[in-house]
């Protein structure tokens, strides 16, 4: 459950909406209607996120926000405030809080800042837990692995979590960078501060350099207002680039700068930021290859990777798919409502001897297929879908309904009291189908698949990302990934 605090003085419209917006029992929403009632309030219970109105009746919003960030700097504070007081909310940005919303609030925009703030919080809060062996059950998002190449891993997260240097995480898609560079922030000397999250393969090249460095009003059409970046909101803490390999080369220039002399200029802007940031960065690709390419600068590589930490692929963790498997299966029991205890030797066969290129992520998504499925105590091998070699047209593809099971049977059977994320389980199941059969019909090329889902390269990359799903055959571009 997420715990939102609401400082505001408003006692009608906003409070109604917010709690419209995030209902009961997946968020809780307080209430305080001063700054002084709101700090009371935060020290006593500490929220995941806050939103903070601009204009308080016995202090500035501004003022609250110092004070909540000297209580605790981790926490995102969302600032809502009438247009003209816009500038106040891009100050309070400067000195880290997470973004500004207008009022009268849009509920949509609400949910997608608040929901991105939750994570954020989550990501600085959940410990990282490191378990070579299958951890309590009270324990999320632990790193989970026991195998040489993991106790390998795990050193060198200690080794360098304590020095301020840039990291440089590598391995395939799904096999736990963004936990790796979670755990490399807990485990710094920055733990109390910030640590936000970018994914450069996410944003388009267009808007990368402003979501990094900011812009001033006017650098570009549609810039109204002055924007702060990442590295400047992130000032004090750790940022996470993932995907560092798809950065435009011309970002890359400004990036060394940043690492070299923690300075920069927002776009468009002539005035020279200073910033304190601590990088850890991400790829899947292998990044020597492409500096020696030229996809990549060789200066920013060799700055970044003094430290590198090699994931290895699921495939090569002795041992480890075990472990998982139980860890992911008593999650994934609790949070689908079956009461799976034990998994049957054929399936921890099929599910040992497979190759797994989507790696941990492509374990998640299997594992809930499975579960959905499931009926009784005994996870069995029936009740896995199909691993085939390719993972990007899984069993589902050649079939007509959903593995073998209709759509609104699913359905039904879901619509319990307990039940709270049935969208977006419902979409991912067909989500997974679809992207699967349509890359098929490609060949595997993502262009096309995009066009003919009429949906953003970008956002084919993130739902495959997001399923586990590999394209490991006929690629379009050597940019393909
Ligand atoms: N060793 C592990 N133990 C338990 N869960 C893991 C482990 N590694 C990864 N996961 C889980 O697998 C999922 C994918 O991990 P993560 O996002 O860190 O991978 P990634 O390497 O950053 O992937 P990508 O390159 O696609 O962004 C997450 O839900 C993460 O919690």
């Known amino acids: 459950m997420a715990h939102l605090l609401l400082i505001d003085d408003d006692v009608a419209l906003v409070p109604e909406q917010v709690k419209q ?31 903070l109105d601009v204009r308080l009746p016995d202090q500035s919003g501004l003022d609250v926000y110092l004070q909540i960030k000297a209580l605790d700097a981790r926490i995102p504070v ?9 500038e106040l909310a891009i100050e ?25 703030a939750v994570e954020v919080s989550r990501r600085m809060r959940q410990p990282a837990v490191m378990a070579q062996e299958l951890p309590a059950d009270d324990v999320d998002g632990a790193i989970v692995g026991g195998c040489a190449a993991m106790l390998d891993v795990y050193k060198s997260i200690g080794r360098v979590a304590a020095q301020d240097v840039p990291v440089l995480i590598t391995g395939e898609s799904g096999t736990g960078k963004e936990l790796v560079a979670r755990a490399v922030y807990q485990h710094g000397a920055r733990s109390k501060g910030p640590f936000l999250a970018l994914n450069c393969a996410a944003i388009p090249e267009n808007l990368l350099e402003s979501e990094l460095f900011g812009h001033e009003k006017g650098a570009f059409t549609g810039a109204d207002r002055r924007r702060i ?35 920069f200029e927002r776009v468009g802007g002539g005035e020279t930021v200073r910033t304190d940031v601590r990088l850890i960065a991400a790829t899947h690709r292998d990044l020597k290859a492409w500096s020696e390419e030229g996809k990549f600068r060789a200066d920013l ?25 139980h860890f992911y299966v008593r ?26 290129p989507g790696n941990i992520r492509e374990l998640q998504s299997v594992l809930k297929q499975a579960l959905l499925r499931a009926s009784g105590p005994t996870l069995l091998d029936s009740f896995l879908p199909e691993l085939a070699p390719s993972a990007a047209t899984p069993a589902e593809a050649s079939g007509s309904s959903t593995g073998g099971f209709p759509l609104d049977e699913l359905i039904a059977e879901r619509l319990t009291p307990e039940m709270a994320n049935l969208y977006a ?57």
């Open 21 to 51: 917006a995030f209902a009961a029992p997946t968020h809780r929403v307080d209430i305080a209607h001063t700054g002084a009632a709101g700090l009371a309030q935060i020290a006593n219970d500490p929220p995941d996120v806050i939103l």
């Open 78 to 86: 969302i600032f809502i405030t009438m247009t003209k007081g816009a």
């Open 92 to 116: 309070a940005m400067k000195l880290g809080a997470f973004e500004y919303l207008f009022k009268p609030l849009n509920l949509n925009e609400l949910r997608r800042v608040v929901g991105e």
């Open 229 to 263: 970046g990442k590295f400047e909101q992130c000032n004090g803490g750790t940022l996470f680039l993932d995907e560092i390999g798809d950065m435009p080369i011309a970002l890359q220039a400004k990036i060394l700068r940043l690492i070299q002399e923690q300075e």
């Open 301 to 325: 590589y060799y700055r970044l990777g003094v430290f590198t930490i090699r994931l290895p692929a699921l495939r090569e963790r002795d041992g480890d798919v075990a472990t998982l498997v």
């Open 331 to 356: 999650k994934f029991s609790q949070e689908l409502g079956r009461d799976i205890r034990e998994i049957s030797p054929e399936a921890m066969a099929r599910l040992s001897a497979y190759s797994w």
């Open 425 to 481: 389980e419902v979409h991912g199941l067909v989500d997974r189908v679809l992207l699967a059969r349509v890359l098929e019909h490609t060949n595997g090329n993502q262009h096309q698949a995009a066009k003919i889902l009429g949906i953003a390269r970008q956002t084919l990359r993130m739902k495959l990302r997001d399923l586990g799903l590999q394209v490991t055959h006929a690629v379009e571009s050597s940019d393909e990934g």
